[in-house]
Nanobody, 116 residues
């Protein structure tokens, strides 16, 4: 059974930082690319960061230079370090295993709220 459990969200002032974590189970974590998505109020869910099995990374232009995705295969956990947060980063953040067979599995998400 695939499970994704996100944590680390909260309320932070603009310019602040948060570190999100996502623990995965039920997947071959170390060989799967992982991604962080977010869905802001009234917006579609978007992919903001991706990390491959070789730890190559890709970022949405809106977060490039501010967010860093990383993974710990020993802990089956993917992280998202978010710096220089702005109110536009306010969203529910989700992780996802990007392999096709896992694409339909989502966790509960973690709320990030950035106040101005």
């Amino acid at each position: 059974q695939v499970q994704l459990v996100e944590s680390g969200g909260g309320l932070v002032q603009a310019g602040g930082s948060l570190r999100l974590s996502c623990k995965a189970s039920g997947i071959y974590f170390s060989i799967n690319p992982m991604g962080w998505y977010r869905q802001g109020p009234g917006k579609q869910r978007e992919l903001v960061a991706r990390i491959g099995r070789t730890r190559s990374t890709n970022y949405a232009d809106s977060v490039k230079g501010r967010f860093t995705i990383s993974r710990d295969n020993a802990k089956n956990t993917v992280y998202l370090q978010m710096n220089s947060l702005t109110p536009d980063d306010t969203a529910v953040y989700y992780c996802n295993a990007l392999a096709p067979q896992y694409s339909g599995y989502w966790g509960q998400g973690t709320q990030v709220t950035v106040s101005s």
